[in-house]
Protein backbone atom coordinates (compact mmCIF):
# COMPACT_ATOMS: atom_id res chain seq x y z
CA UNK A 1 0.00 0.00 0.00
CA UNK A 2 2.87 2.54 0.77
CA UNK A 3 4.08 1.89 -2.70
CA UNK A 4 1.19 2.31 -4.46
CA UNK A 5 -0.36 5.78 -2.32
CA UNK A 6 3.20 7.90 -3.82
CA UNK A 7 1.86 6.63 -7.78
CA UNK A 8 -1.94 7.59 -6.84
CA UNK A 9 -1.15 10.83 -6.09
CA UNK A 10 1.73 11.41 -9.17
CA UNK A 11 -1.14 10.39 -11.35
CA UNK A 12 -3.98 12.48 -9.71
CA UNK A 13 -0.58 15.58 -10.12
CA UNK A 14 0.25 14.45 -13.43
CA UNK A 15 -3.69 14.53 -14.53
CA UNK A 16 -4.40 17.94 -13.24
CA UNK A 17 -1.79 19.56 -15.26
CA UNK A 18 -2.29 17.85 -18.25
CA UNK A 19 -5.65 19.65 -17.28
CA UNK A 20 -4.48 23.32 -16.81
CA UNK A 21 -1.66 22.65 -20.03
CA UNK A 22 -4.41 21.70 -22.43
CA UNK A 23 -6.82 24.70 -20.95
CA UNK A 24 -3.81 27.50 -21.23
CA UNK A 25 -1.68 26.35 -24.09
CA UNK A 26 -4.50 27.07 -27.19
CA UNK A 27 -2.33 29.89 -29.09
CA UNK A 28 -4.35 33.35 -29.45
CA UNK A 29 -3.88 32.61 -33.24
CA UNK A 30 -6.33 29.71 -33.05
CA UNK A 31 -8.98 31.34 -31.20
CA UNK A 32 -11.57 32.43 -33.78
CA UNK A 33 -11.93 36.17 -34.50
CA UNK A 34 -14.75 37.68 -34.49
CA UNK A 35 -14.58 39.65 -36.73
CA UNK A 36 -14.50 37.39 -39.60
CA UNK A 37 -17.99 37.10 -41.85
CA UNK A 38 -18.85 34.51 -44.12
CA UNK A 39 -19.21 34.53 -47.89
CA UNK A 40 -22.79 34.75 -47.46
CA UNK A 41 -22.45 37.34 -44.89
CA UNK A 42 -19.75 39.31 -47.29
CA UNK A 43 -22.32 38.88 -50.71
CA UNK A 44 -25.51 40.31 -48.62
CA UNK A 45 -23.26 42.99 -47.55
CA UNK A 46 -22.40 44.07 -51.35
CA UNK A 47 -25.75 43.36 -52.48
CA UNK A 48 -26.71 46.26 -49.82
CA UNK A 49 -24.51 48.39 -50.13
CA UNK A 50 -21.95 49.92 -52.29
CA UNK A 51 -20.62 51.71 -49.61
CA UNK A 52 -17.93 49.60 -48.43
CA UNK A 53 -14.29 49.57 -48.90
CA UNK A 54 -12.81 46.37 -50.03
CA UNK A 55 -8.83 46.00 -48.44
CA UNK A 56 -6.92 43.08 -50.46
CA UNK A 57 -3.76 42.88 -48.47
CA UNK A 58 -2.39 39.87 -50.64
CA UNK A 59 0.09 40.54 -52.82
CA UNK A 60 -0.59 41.64 -56.24
CA UNK A 61 0.81 38.22 -57.56
CA UNK A 62 -1.90 36.60 -55.71
CA UNK A 63 -4.79 38.33 -56.81
CA UNK A 64 -3.85 37.67 -61.15
CA UNK A 65 -3.56 33.88 -60.06
CA UNK A 66 -6.21 33.25 -57.31
CA UNK A 67 -8.45 35.82 -58.55
CA UNK A 68 -10.27 38.95 -56.40
CA UNK A 69 -13.45 40.48 -55.65
CA UNK A 70 -15.14 42.92 -57.64
CA UNK A 71 -14.24 46.56 -56.42
CA UNK A 72 -11.60 45.46 -53.77
CA UNK A 73 -8.46 47.39 -53.27
CA UNK A 74 -5.15 46.46 -53.28
CA UNK A 75 -2.75 47.32 -50.66
CA UNK A 76 -0.12 44.33 -49.19
CA UNK A 77 0.02 44.24 -46.43
CA UNK A 78 3.71 44.57 -45.84
CA UNK A 79 2.65 48.01 -47.31
CA UNK A 80 -0.46 49.24 -45.49
CA UNK A 81 1.26 50.98 -42.64
CA UNK A 82 2.70 53.15 -44.73
CA UNK A 83 -0.62 53.82 -46.73
CA UNK A 84 -3.13 54.25 -44.30
CA UNK A 85 -4.30 56.88 -46.35
CA UNK A 86 -5.47 55.42 -48.64
CA UNK A 87 -8.06 53.83 -46.47
CA UNK A 88 -11.19 56.03 -45.94
CA UNK A 89 -11.92 55.87 -41.96
CA UNK A 90 -16.09 56.74 -42.72
CA UNK A 91 -17.17 53.78 -43.68
CA UNK A 92 -17.01 49.99 -43.44
CA UNK A 93 -13.81 48.40 -44.29
CA UNK A 94 -13.52 44.83 -44.96
CA UNK A 95 -9.77 43.14 -44.62
CA UNK A 96 -9.16 40.37 -47.04
CA UNK A 97 -6.55 37.66 -47.72
CA UNK A 98 -6.57 33.93 -49.08
CA UNK A 99 -6.94 32.20 -45.17
CA UNK A 100 -7.89 35.51 -43.08
CA UNK A 101 -4.73 35.48 -41.55
CA UNK A 102 -3.43 38.49 -42.90
CA UNK A 103 -6.43 40.15 -43.29
CA UNK A 104 -6.77 39.83 -39.37
CA UNK A 105 -3.44 41.53 -38.81
CA UNK A 106 -4.75 44.02 -41.53
CA UNK A 107 -7.51 44.70 -39.00
CA UNK A 108 -5.32 44.85 -35.88
CA UNK A 109 -3.58 47.90 -37.59
CA UNK A 110 -6.11 49.78 -38.84
CA UNK A 111 -8.03 49.70 -35.15
CA UNK A 112 -4.14 50.66 -33.63
CA UNK A 113 -4.69 53.98 -36.20
CA UNK A 114 -8.10 54.73 -35.06
CA UNK A 115 -10.34 52.76 -37.67
CA UNK A 116 -13.60 51.06 -35.98
CA UNK A 117 -15.99 48.58 -37.47
CA UNK A 118 -13.34 46.34 -39.30
CA UNK A 119 -13.96 42.99 -40.52
CA UNK A 120 -11.96 40.10 -41.78
CA UNK A 121 -12.44 37.88 -45.08
CA UNK A 122 -11.28 34.64 -46.30
CA UNK A 123 -10.93 34.84 -50.05
CA UNK A 124 -10.93 31.04 -49.93
CA UNK A 125 -14.61 31.57 -48.54
CA UNK A 126 -15.79 33.18 -51.67
CA UNK A 127 -13.77 30.79 -54.20
CA UNK A 128 -15.80 27.57 -52.53
CA UNK A 129 -19.05 29.28 -52.94
CA UNK A 130 -18.11 29.98 -56.51
CA UNK A 131 -19.26 33.87 -56.38
CA UNK A 132 -17.45 35.91 -59.16
CA UNK A 133 -13.88 36.98 -59.29
CA UNK A 134 -11.81 39.19 -61.35
CA UNK A 135 -8.05 38.37 -62.09
CA UNK A 136 -6.42 42.06 -62.08
CA UNK A 137 -2.77 41.48 -63.78
CA UNK A 138 0.33 41.84 -61.87
CA UNK A 139 2.78 44.28 -62.29
CA UNK A 140 5.86 42.58 -64.34
CA UNK A 141 7.66 43.11 -61.52
CA UNK A 142 5.56 41.47 -58.97
CA UNK A 143 5.85 38.63 -61.55
CA UNK A 144 9.42 37.79 -61.23
CA UNK A 145 9.08 37.30 -57.66
Known sequence: MKRILPLVWMGIALGAFAVLWAQTAT?????PDPRRISAVELEKMLAASANIFLLDVREPKELEEEG???????IPLGTLAD???????GMPVVSICRRAHRA?????????NGYTGIRTFAMNDW?????????????PSEKKK
Not at 27 to 31: E, V, W
Not at 104 to 112: G, Q, T
Not at 127 to 139: D, F, N, S, V
Open 27 to 31: PAAAK
Open 68 to 74: AIKGAIN
Open 83 to 89: RLAQVPK
Open 104 to 112: ARAADLLEK
Open 127 to 139: REKGYPLEHPKAP
